[in-house]
Nanobody
Framework: QVRLVESGGGSVQAGGSLRLSCAAS????????MGWFRQAPGKEREFVGL????????YCADSVEGRFTISRDVAKSTVNLQMNSLRPEDTAVYYC??????????????????WGQGTQVTVSS
């Protein structure tokens, strides 16, 4: 059984930085991308970005491009989300997600099979 454990959330003022980590265990998740999503109160879940385990290539949503960076540590089976220049609108619960079946887009939550427990990020103005 795949298990994803997130860490690193917290509160920060606008313009600040936070780093989230997601440690994967219990299964083979490195065949497909790992994704990051977020969900703010009263809003739908939103794709943030993804990283490919094999190449390290990443793709981020336009809303975070240039401010957020995703990386992976293959040896530790961990993916990281470095968030800089945070804005109040980045406030949300952030989730990492893993897939064990193939998909075509990887930007939809339905593409993923396992989810972390979520970690709160709060950005104050």
């Amino acid at each position: 059984q795949v298990r994803l454990v997130e860490s690193g959330g917290g509160s920060v003022q606008a313009g600040g930085s936070l780093r989230l980590s997601c440690a994967a265990s219990g299964g083979t998740v490195r065949r497909y991308p790992m994704g990051w999503f977020r969900q703010a109160p009263g809003k739908e879940r939103e794709f943030v970005g993804l990283v490919n385990w094999s190449s390290g290539s990443t793709y981020c949503a336009d809303s975070v491009e240039g401010r957020f960076t995703i990386s992976r540590d293959v040896a530790k089976s961990t993916v990281n989300l470095q968030m800089n220049s945070l804005r109040p609108e980045d406030t949300a619960v952030y989730y990492c997600a893993a897939a064990v079946t193939s998909s075509t887009t990887w930007t939809n939550g339905k593409d993923y099979d396992y989810w972390g427990q979520g970690t709160q990020v709060t950005v104050s103005s």
